[in-house]
């Protein structure tokens, strides 16, 4: 066991750096110079000798080997360097935005599960309902709104129009607690919606198919109450699949929260990274990218681990 | 306990009908402002956007600056005039102190004028600075700026927002100004606050007990938090949203046309480097159309050289001078050897539907008369690089002139200066830009306005860029909002300085 944990993380180590390498590579291949983009903002239209200047004072002019050597080793001692913009501290943006993101998608998720599974539940007892039909098709529904459509069209309704809720933004939860889960609200439902309704297929169909085994009949058979029957047989039996697909689903949610971030300016790890992705900002880029991969990599194998846990053949294979 | 709006929804009570009367307000005083972009840094001497420049307006002083009527007034200069040698002198205003409590003196002065002018320097107007032979101290508070070559513009050189004096001592990363607010808190790229500097030269000023700002990049949410209340003032309020602000009865729009589209031209090899295919190019164009889809209608079409129509400089036939005409468009690519036309590429990107909305009017009636371009919409970080490099043969392109002064028009115009992105590559077009190193030189008003007519007919001919369309910048705020003005023309983009005296009426 423990000799396959060593090799799953070591894997996953490789596959970080990897995965900065790539990113580090292929952002200096495409077009597009940091120091010429921050000169040139707002249409500035900046002198060549300026730029150069700035290129050198920025470390731009060294051989890319050697960019790469300083990065991989910052990286080894845990620093991950400084914005190219400003001198901000990667790791410092990181710390303050990755708890909002995080916080993001555990809402979400939350609410995606609170809405999933009684549904589904529901809906796979009462098949054929006029719940189950009317949720199935809602779902479906959900499935094929894209996200920042529905998060446009939140802010046009309740923002804009019925005044109910500010536009987007956000509040520290220590300045004003009711305002940050009123600002959370929102972007966590506009983050939900694909998750719960995968949630609650994936649900309805589990306890569909647990309702038809005999280990059901039995039950029902030796006269347990319906009640013990579907909580202490279906649902057990049914909620396996169902934390496998959370489990998958959490990198879509990262994907996810990119958009939803954006839409209603909830200041997360998204927006720093698609603005340090626009000026070409290197360090910020590979850092951010990297602290990402890194968080996906260990929900992987966190996941791997309880599966270890519960079904040797996995450690076997 | 009252039943507020906020505690309904807390409640989870949403009433639609009460909602509609009640509104986030905001009564500290503090103005809450969304920004478009968040300033990448706010270094006072680096061109980081106007976004940077209008928090940088506040929190730092010039020797000059704009009033509302975009004339230049006295800020940390009193007066200023030009001496028998040609120098300009500068008289430094007392009692003025930076936000440490040191007077700001002519050493002060000068040691910001030769850090701009150093050779290590990255600021943005480095270029003309280096124009400056010496700067002199006379007394405390008089400072000489004596020049190479005459230059009749030089004072507004100081109203720019990357020419700010910084107290002499500061540290690197630390500039020490002494504008109306200083910046009390930051976070990157999410907000900033700013509060009254309370030793602020000017008594009564400024007016505010302090300022948010909020960057909301999507145009749409900014809009929408101006709508629901969030904030009080927006910049850039998007196009197609103008007339919802005018109608609103809580807002009002301030707006002005002032930043430009343009047509540029690689003008290192054929057919671009031929004057009377870029000239065929000019006379292509049916520029309403431009407006109509690209602006909703709020712009203006530009049939010649960007110059502000009611100004001196202003010329009714030569503002007409490439009008939509396409006979004459075409004869002008016979006469060039390219009667049946030919295959190019035209450079925008797709990152601003602005540009990318441009590109495509201006694709189709290039197209009518025989000049097939395929589009290339890269990001706009790699549509800049290839702009650079000159990889490409026609860019499409929105930029603004420095000032109002037809000596503003030369970062646009004359293309004998270093290559970038926002002007033509590599055209030859030396008659404008000798006459506007002659405007530059003169200090006699008649003369300058001939010298700058004598340009406007010089580009006609050169075609160094194709003026297409004057857009519409607006400001929308909230109806209590007073005292704020949205500069004329090119200066629109240091309007933020206004917010010294704009107060909650």
């Known amino acids: ?317 | 306990m009252t039943i507020t709006r906020r505690t309904l929804i807390q409640a989870g009570v949403a009433l639609p009908i009460l909602s509609v009367t009640a509104r986030a307000q905001s009564t500290t005083g503090i103005l809450r402002f969304g920004l478009s972009a968040s300033p990448p840094n706010l270094q006072p001497w680096v061109s980081t956007g106007a976004s940077a420049g209008t928090v940088k307006l506040l929190i730092h002083r010039s020797l000059v600056a704009y009033d509302s009527k975009g004339e230049l007034r006295g800020e940390l200069a009193e007066s200023w005039s030009i001496d028998g040698d040609g120098a300009w002198v500068f008289k430094l205003r007392q009692g003025a102190v930076f936000h440490n409590g040191e007077p700001v003196t002519a050493d002060d002065v000068k040691w910001s004028i030769d850090q701009m002018a150093a050779e290590t320097s990255t600021a943005y107007m480095k270029g003309q600075f280096q124009a400056i032979a010496r700067v002199e101290i006379a007394d405390p508070r008089t400072v000489r700026v004596v020049t190479r070559e005459p230059v009749a513009t030089l004072p507004s050189w100081f109203a720019n927002y990357n020419t700010f004096i910084i107290w002499r001592k500061s540290q690197a990363n630390e500039p020490i100004g002494a504008g109306p607010f200083r910046l009390v808190g930051q976070e990157r790229g999410t907000s900033l606050e700013l509060a009254p500097f309370d030793k602020f030269y000017k008594q009564g000023y400024p007016k505010l007990k302090g300022i948010k700002f909020i960057v909301y990049a999507d145009e749409n949410l900014r809009n929408a938090a101006l709508m629901s209340g969030d904030v009080d003032m927006i910049e850039y309020v998007p196009w197609q949203s103008m007339d919802a602000v005018e109608k609103d009865p809580r807002l009002k729009l301030d707006s002005v046309e002032g930043p430009f589209m343009d047509i540029l031209f690689n003008g290192s090899k054929p057919p671009f480097s031929d004057p009377r295919v870029r000239r065929a190019v000019a006379h292509a164009v049916k520029r309403d159309d431009i407006v109509k889809v690209a602006f909703f209608g709020r712009g203006k079409p530009l049939e010649g050289v960007p110059v502000v129509e009611g100004t001196p400089w202003y010329d009714k036939e030569l503002a007409r001078g490439w009008n939509y005409d396409p006979a004459r468009a075409k004869a002008l690519l016979s006469e060039a050897g390219y009667a049946n036309g030919f295959q190019t590429t035209m450079l925008s990107t797709a990152q601003f539907g602005m540009h990318k909305d441009t590109a495509e009017v201006v694709q189709q009636y290039l197209a009518a008369i025989g000049i097939q371009s395929e589009l290339k919409l890269p990001d706009w970080s790699t549509r800049v690089t290839l702009g650079g490099r000159g990889q490409y043969d026609i860019a499409i392109h929105g930029v603004s002139a420095d000032n109002n002064d037809p000596d503003g028009l030369t970062v646009v115009l004359d293309t004998s200066l270093p290559t970038t992105y926002s002007r033509s590559f590599q055209l030859a077009a030396p008659r404008t830009a000798a006459a506007l190193a002659r405007g530059r030189g003169e200090f006699d008003q008649a003369k300058r306005v001939q010298i700058y007519k004598d340009m406007q007919r010089a580009a006609l001919e050169e075609v160094p860029l194709v003026g297409l369309a004057w857009r519409s910048q607006g400001y929308g705020m909230d109806r209590r909002v007073k005292g704020f003005t949205n500069l004329p023309g090119a200066l629109t983009n240091s309007s933020g300085g206004m917010l010294e005296e704009t107060y909650f009426g």
């Open chain 1, 1 to 317: 066991m423990t000799q396959w944990l060593l090799r799953r993380v070591a894997v996953s180590v490789a596959l970080a750096w990897v995965v900065a390498t790539i990113v580090f590579l292929a952002l200096h291949l495409v077009p597009g110079d940091p120091a010429e983009l921050l000169l040139a903002t707002g249409g500035a239209a900046p002198d060549p000798t300026i730029v150069a200047e700035l290129r050198q004072r920025l470390g731009l002019e060294r051989p890319l080997i050697e960019q790469y050597a300083a990065f991989l080793g910052g990286v080894l001692e845990g620093d991950l360097g400084k914005s190219l913009v400003d001198d901000y501290p990667v790791s410092s943006e990181i710390a303050l935005r990755l708890p909002r993101t995080l916080e993001l998608i555990l809402a979400g998720s939350l609410i995606a599960i609170a809405l999933g599974i009684p549904g589904g539940a529901y809906a796979g007892l009462r098949q054929g309902g006029t719940f189950d039909r009317i949720a199935s098709a809602t779902a479906g529904l959900l499935l094929a709104v894209p996200v920042f459509v529905l998060g446009t069209l939140l802010v046009l309704l309740l923002a804009q129009t019925l005044r109910l809720t500010p536009a987007g933004g956000y509040t520290p939860i220590a300045q004003n607690p009711a305002q940050h889960f009123t600002l959370l609200a929102l972007p966590a439902v506009a983050i939900a919606k694909g998750l719960a309704a995968i949630i609650f297929r994936m649900t309805r169909a589990s306890v569909l198919d647990a309702l038809s085994r005999d280990f059901v009949r039995t039950a029902r058979g030796k006269g347990l109450s319906p009640r013990r029957v579907l909580v202490r047989h279906v649902l057990r039996n049914a909620l396996t699949p169902v934390l496998t697909v959370l489990g998958l689903q959490m990198g879509t949610l990262l994907g996810g929260t990119v958009l939803v971030e954006y839409v209603f300016n909830w200041p997360g790890l998204s927006t720093p990274l698609l603005r340090a992705v626009e000026a070409r900002d290197y360090p910020m880029v590979v850092g951010i990218v990297l602290t990402i991969s890194v968080l996906f990599l260990l929900i992987n194998l966190i996941m791997d681990i309880l599966y270890a846990v519960l079904d040797p053949r996995v450690r076997a294979a």
